[in-house]
């Protein structure tokens, strides 16, 4: 068949509304992009196609913000929706009454274990002088989380803070991570513990996003994450509405990686 | 390759950007074509936004060699609106319902209507056709129907559904081509 013949036998017409065999598709869709003719033929029918759909609409479409929405709002649906147990009624406990307790516990926990820390240290550094080196960066770092729990403490026991769960995406289920929020302050302590340890040459970004229209604004790199240190604080003046957590190149990137989005939650939830 | 090529292949790779870019250029029409089932402004909003947040969960599954970009998006956007269409909720709501909007909006009296009024465009093109067209384009487009439904519904041969329609568009690409 010429293409002139293709042209007038209204095969194509049936092509671009979809009403063809998978094969013939697949043989047209080569035809179109070795023919000219037919290839302008097919733009403009679905030319004519389009404009008879767009005159059928009635509003403006200049919602893609709401696209994105829904978007952000089924990802972190279909997370929760997940790890959630099929418990039909949740009995409710109000916290605030236990707030003023639980920080008095984790205070001496923390006061135990520091003290429990120290004394080993010590211990090793007067048996083993020629370790004194990396002790001592071991207790800069330990002073460090020392810090941080101090500040996670005060933070956690605030009452302008929120707690939001960012929980695990598809690139990696399993992850949790819990941001503390202190929206007085302008400051957000994270808990990533539930992270997987980054690969060599890659850095975990976080990002407070806003989701009208949905801007990415990096907060920060959890640098020097480990094992050992998983706590990190940023401040963060932003009208945030989710954070999520990117796997980025070392030094971090201007905009996330959609693909190595490991953790993402809203504020709201 | 084309611009929509090229945005289509940035949206597989999930490029927030080309997203934005082909919704700007397909919005307007996937929510005509879903109006023509629903025939209601809020809900076919709703509809439209679903079928782009499936476009940009199942953009992988979009084959080129199946088809055009647009055809892919008519195709779920015509699902989409068939579905809701079928629901309870919906069947409740719509008493006033016509069933072909492209049909009843060509048999309007033109006497009776103003420019500016809604579906007037849609009501200029439609009224270069004869009515066989209008009903044909309606049910190959707007609706789920194969060539032989439509054959069937029209009384007309198989053979005949495809060459009619080349027709009628033609007939119509002309006209529009003289405005």
């Given amino acids: 068949m010429t293409s002139k013949e293709l042209i007038a036998s209204g095969e194509l017409e049936l092509y671009v509304a979809g009403l063809l065999s998978e094969e013939r598709n697949a043989e047209l869709a080569q035809l179109i992009q070795d023919d000219e003719d037919i290839r302008q033929e097919v733009e403009a029918i679905e030319q004519i196609v389009m404009r008879l759909a767009a005159e059928a609409s009635v509003s403006d479409t200049e919602d893609f913000n709401e696209v994105l929405k829904k978007i952000v709002k089924q990802r972190v649906g279909k997370v929760q929706s997940d790890e959630t147990e099929p418990t039909p009624k949740k009995k409710v406990i109000p916290l605030t009454p236990y707030i003023g307790w639980a920080a008095a516990a984790i205070f001496l926990m923390f006061f135990v274990y520091q003290y429990q820390t120290t004394t080993e240290v010590q211990t090793i550094l007067t048996s083993n002088i020629e370790q004194k080196e990396k002790l001592e960066e071991q207790i800069e770092s330990q002073i460090q989380n020392t810090i941080l729990k101090e500040e996670l403490l005060k933070t956690v026991a605030s009452i302008n803070t929120k707690k939001i769960n960012l929980a695990g995406q598809e690139i990696s289920p399993d992850s949790n991570v819990s941001v503390f929020w202190n929206t007085e302050k302008d400051k957000i302590i994270i808990d990533a513990s539930q992270l997987p340890e980054a690969p060599d040459s890659m850095v975990y970004q976080v990002w407070s996003l806003t989701l009208s229209p949905l801007t990415p604004t990096s907060i920060g790199l959890l640098d020097n994450y480990s094992n050992q240190n998983t706590l990190f604080s940023f401040d963060n003046p932003n009208a945030s509405e989710a954070f999520g957590i990117t796997l980025e190149p070392n030094g971090g990137s201007e905009t996330p990686n959609l693909e190595q989005l490991y953790v993402l939650g809203t504020t709201d939830s | ?179």
């Fill in chain 2, 1 to 179: 390759m084309d611009k929509t090529d090229i945005l289509v292949a940035q949206l597989k790779v999930k490029d927030v950007d080309a997203f934005e870019q082909l919704h700007h250029m397909y919005a307007k029409n996937i929510l005509g074509a879903i109006n023509v089932i629903i025939q209601d402004e809020a809900i076919s909003k709703e509809i439209c936004q679903d079928v782009f947040v499936k476009v940009w969960e199942k953009s992988q599954l979009y084959d080129a060699a199946k088809g055009r970009f647009f055809t892919w998006l008519l195709n779920m956007a015509r699902n989409a609106a068939i579905d809701y269409s079928r629901s309870k909720e919906f069947k409740t709501q719509k008493k006033n319902h016509s069933l072909d909007l492209f049909v009843s909006i060509y048999e309007q009296p033109t006497d009776n209507t103003t420019s500016g009024e809604k579906y007037d465009g849609l009501r200029r093109m439609l009224k270069q056709l004869k009515r066989k067209c209008v009903e044909l384009i309606e049910m190959l487009y707007f609706k789920d129907y194969t060539q032989k439904m439509a054959a069937e519904r029209l009384s007309i041969p198989l053979g005949t559904v495809k060459s009619r329609n080349r027709n009628c568009l033609k007939h119509l690409r002309e006209n529009l081509k003289n405005d």
